[in-house]
């Protein structure tokens, strides 16, 4: 939530029309980042994600939801006003299928709202800490690999995600690539988020809390010399399913 928070912010805000009690789809919820911007404008969001670990984070606080694949979803046509797939599509080596179930379950004329990280998003800092972890025993999981290196590229630029969009036949299409300010600025943050992350999660558990604990530690200690404010960028899509 650290990161992801900020740019469905910023992703929700880019709707072409309110969402103000609209119902509004969020296909990949993860741990729910862009369900709380839903519902922060006054939306009534619905989830889904593949995994149902992520569904059940804070679930107390979390809208409905279903586990789904976003190429299959268990969505009626037609049968919410918007949705919303932030960080999703680029999980997809196909990420046309995604598409497609985004447009078939949004209504005619709502708003289908996609972000993805940029193939120009680097960060030295972010990479230091992957190449702590693989020092002390870390493995690159071969989905990750897959994900990194296939998929994400697949809707990775401007130019790409708008030529998906309307090859999906979304309208009013408007796309921007820029960096957003997601408020990580100190060691102990950047550690936080990325370790927090799918790819590391069997490793930490492997390893149990007091190693992971005292390598977070070091980890923090070792970028600090090295830490800058940590501003990924971001492709955003806004646009809607035909009327």
């Not at 029309?17 to 296909?27: E, F």
């Not at 999980?91 to 004329?109: K, M, N, Q, S, Y």
């Not at 972010?126 to 493995?139: F, H, I, K």
């Not at 970028?223 to 035909?242: D, G, H, W």
């Amino acid at each position: 939530m650290l990161v992801y928070r900020p740019i469905a912010t910023e992703l929700v805000a880019r709707s072409p029309h309110p969402l103000t009690g609209r119902t509004v789809l969020d296909a990949g919820a993860g741990t729910g980042a862009a369900s709380t911007a839903l519902a922060s404008v006054g939306a009534h969001p619905v989830a889904t994600d593949f995994s149902w670990d992520m569904l059940a984070w804070e679930a107390e606080d979390r809208p409905p939801c279903a586990v789904a694949d976003v190429r299959a979803l268990p969505v009626a046509t037609a049968a919410v006003d918007d949705t919303v797939a932030a960080f999703v599509l680029n999980h997809l080596l196909d990420p046309a299928a995604g598409f497609a179930e985004l447009v078939r379950v949004t209504r005619p004329g709502g708003a289908v709202l996609v972000s993805v990280f940029s193939n120009a998003s680097q960060s030295d800092v972010r990479d230091r800490v992957d190449e702590l972890a693989m020092e002390e025993g870390w493995q690159v999981p071969d989905w990750y690999q897959e994900m990194r290196n296939k998929a994400a590229p697949l809707l990775g630029s401007a130019a790409d995600m708008e030529a998906a969009a309307r090859t999906a036949g979304l309208v009013d299409v408007a796309v921007d690539e820029q960096a957003v300010d997601v408020g990580v600025t100190e060691p102990e943050q950047l550690v936080a988020y990325r370790f927090g992350q799918a790819q590391f999660a069997p490793w930490l558990d492997r390893i149990g809390p007091e190693r992971a604990g005292e390598f977070r530690r070091r980890t923090v200690e070792a970028i600090r010399p090295i830490m800058e404010p940590y501003c990924p960028i971001v492709v955003f899509l806004a646009a809607r399913r035909t009327a």
